[in-house]
C-alpha cells in the first residue's frame, strides 16, 4: 500500500524560535519580525535574555544577555555584524560587562573587532602549571579593565590583516589566603597593566559568526606590551586561532576549535597569563571553573557535533570533548592535558540572526562539573 503521508525537507519546514513560542502562547513580542528571508542592511535584529542560573565562578546569579545583528549592506555580499553584551552579578558579589563585538563594513572591505568590558571579579585562583589542584586555591579579589580595539582590512579572498590596541588593568588586587604559588609569582603587586599594540592576520569564511555551518577561520595575533605605554613590563604574547566547520546535512555540523597561546620575552603579570575561560568568549575549557588552570603558554582544542531535533529548527543538541594543556612554572615545560566532556541543548532564539540560547552540561578531572550557558555558539 502506498504511503501518502507529506514529509517535507528539513529545509522546507517552517521554522520556529522562542520568540514564536512566546507569542503564542503569552502574546509577547520579543522583536520586530521581518517579512523575507532577506534581511535588509543596518535592520537591528535582538535577541535579549534575561535569566537566573548558576555557573562555577560565579554560583547563583542573574544575568540580562544580549545580542544584537545587523547587516551594513547587502547581506548578498556582507557578513552579519554582532555585538555581544550584558551584565552580570552573582551571590559572590561579582559584577561582569562585557560588550563584545564584530562588525562588517560594505563588502566586508573592514572588520572592526572590539573587546571592552569590566569586572569587579572576587573569586579563586588555582596556581600556575599542570600540578595546580582543584582542592588548593586562594581567595583573590580584583578589579578589572579591559579595552581591545582592532581593524582590519580585507586584501584577498577571505584573507585580511590589521592592527589594533590592547589594554589590560588589574587593581585593588588582594590575596586572602595565600595557598599556592600565586603570591609567589605575583609578589605583593596590587595593580598590574599590559599595554601595547597588536597586528593581526585573519581569514574568515564565515557569514554569520552566531552559528556558523560551513566555514573555517585561522588567526594569528602578536601583541607587544611595553613600558612606554604603560605596561609593568616588557613581554610579548602570541596568540593563534582555528575553527572548521563541516555541514554534514541540513541538520547537522561538524566543528572543531583550537585556540593557542604563547608568552616570552618577558613576564606577564599573573591574571594576563593565558588560562582556560579567559578566550574572548570565556568559552575554553568546558568542565572546569573560570581560571582552573593558567601557565605562561596554553594549547587548547575542542570537538562538537551540532545536531537538530525538532524539523522546525526550535531545539537542537551537541555533544562535545575538549582538551587543555597549560606549560609549568618557571620551567616552561607541557607536561600534561586535561579532558572534558559534555553534552547541550540548544533553543532557537532568533531565526533571523539564527542565535541559539546554549544550556551545555560537562565534566572534568577531580569531580569537576557544571552547567555553561551562552547567547550564540560556543565557538
Known amino acids: 500500500m502506498k504511503d501518502n503521508t507529506y514529509n517535507p525537507k528539513p529545509d522546507t519546514v517552517e521554522q520556529v524560535d522562542a520568540a514564536d513560542i512566546l507569542e503564542h502562547l503569552f502574546k509577547i513580542h520579543l522583536y520586530t519580525k521581518t517579512d523575507t528571508a532577506k534581511i535588509p542592511p543596518r ?219 604563547f608568552t616570552f620575552d618577558g613576564k606577564a603579570p599573573y591574571f594576563d597569563l593565558p588560562s582556560n575561560g579567559w578566550d574572548t568568549y570565556a568559552n575554553t575549557g568546558r568542565g572546569y571553573i573560570q581560571g582552573r588552570f593558567r601557565g605562561p603558554d596554553m594549547v587548547y582544542g575542542e570537538t562538537e557535533l551540532r545536531f537538530g531535533i525538532t524539523r522546525n529548527g526550535l531545539l537542537g543538541g551537541v555533544v562535545f570533548v575538549n582538551a587543555t594543556s597549560v606549560s609549568n612554572w618557571p620551567d616552561a615545560k607541557f607536561t600534561e592535558a586535561f579532558p572534558g566532556e559534555g553534552i547541550g541543548l540548544r533553543v532557537k532564539f532568533n531565526k533571523y540572526s539564527d542565535v541559539n540560547v546554549c544550556i551545555d552540561y560537562a565534566i572534568g578531572i577531580e569531580g569537576s562539573r557544571g552547567f555553561f550557558f551562552n547567547l550564540g555558539e560556543v565557538f
Not at 180 to 207: E, K, L
Not at 211 to 223: E, H, W
Not at 251 to 260: D, G, I, M
Request: hydrophobic content about 30%.
Open 43 to 261: 535592520k537591528l535584529l535582538f535577541s535579549f535574555a534575561p535569566s537566573i542560573g548558576y555557573s562555577l565562578e560565579l554560583g547563583a546569579l542573574v544575568s540580562v544577555a544580549e545580542n544584537i545583528s545587523f547587516y551594513t549592506d547587502n547581506s548578498d555580499n556582507t557578513n552579519l555584524s554582532v555585538i555581544n553584551g550584558g551584565i552580570q552579578y552573582s551571590v559572590h558579589k561579582q559584577f561582569v560587562f562585557p560588550i563584545i563585538s564584530d562588525i562588517w563594513t560594505s563588502q566586508n572591505k573592514y572588520c572592526l573587532l572590539g573587546d571592552w568590558r569590566y569586572y569587579k571579579y572576587p573569586s579563586y585562583t588555582y596556581g600556575l602549571g599542570a600540578g595546580s589542584s582543584a582542592f588548593i586555591s586562594d581567595n583573590v579579589d580584583y578589579s578589572y579593565t579591559r579595552f581591545y580595539q582592532e581593524i582590519l582590512r580585507h586584501f584577498n579572498s577571505y584573507y585580511y590583516v590589521g592592527f589594533g590596541y590592547n589594554f589590560d588593568y588589574h587593581y585593588n588586587i588582594s590575596d586572602n589566603d595565600p595557598l599556592t604559588n600565586y603570591s609567589v609569582y605575583n609578589g605583593t603587586a596590587t595593580q598590574t597593566t599590559s599595554s601595547g599594540p597588536v597586528f593581526h592576520f585573519m581569514y574568515d569564511s564565515r557569514t554569520n559568526i552566531n552559528n556558523p555551518k560551513d566555514a573555517f577561520y585561522g588567526s594569528v595575533l602578536y601583541r607587544y606590551n611595553t613600558t612606554m605605554l604603560g605596561s609593568n613590563n616588557n613581554w610579548q604574547e602570541v596568540q593563534v586561532e582555528a575553527r572548521k566547520y563541516f555541514k554534514l546535512s541540513a541538520r547537522k555540523v561538524l566543528a572543531f576549535w583550537s585556540w593557542n597561546e
